[in-house]
């Protein structure tokens, strides 16, 4: 039996596995900030190189280095958005919202109910 990750994320497939890809913290992103201010998505060396060490180091709050997949050829055109929308969701929207989906299809709905200050 696996255990839990440390921290929340969203879910991403790659390869053959599903990882739990929490947020960036702090640390990382003083480390990648100036780098990160210039992603455009584009597919240049550059934001090749950036999504995998951002992903890297978000992962490695969740799992060992052992546990990594091999990015190099893990990530790919088809993924690398959606796994860098998983590394950025600082606001934890995208986070929330998956675990709002999973908790409906788990048969516990949501009560639709938000908080908003006044």
Do not use: C, W
């Not at 497939?13 to 960036?24: A, K, M, N, S, Y």
């Not at 210039?38 to 969740?62: H, M, P």
């Not at 690398?80 to 299809?105: H, I, N, P, T």
């Amino acid at each position: 039996m696996s255990q839990a990750p440390k921290y929340k994320g969203i879910p991403v497939q790659l390869g053959d596995r599903t990882f739990v890809v929490p947020p960036l913290n702090f640390k990382s992103l003083q480390q990648f900030q100036d780098r990160l201010a210039g992603y455009k998505g584009e597919l240049s060396n550059d934001t090749l190189t950036l999504v995998i060490d951002v992903t890297k180091a978000a992962l490695l709050r969740n799992y060992t280095e052992d546990q990594l997949p091999d990015l190099e050829n893990e990530l790919d055109v088809g993924n690398f958005q959606e796994v860098m929308e998983a590394v950025m969701d600082a606001s934890g929207l995208k986070r929330k919202a998956v675990e709002a989906a999973a908790a409906q299809a788990d048969g516990n709905p949501s009560t639709g109910t938000t908080s908003t200050g006044s």
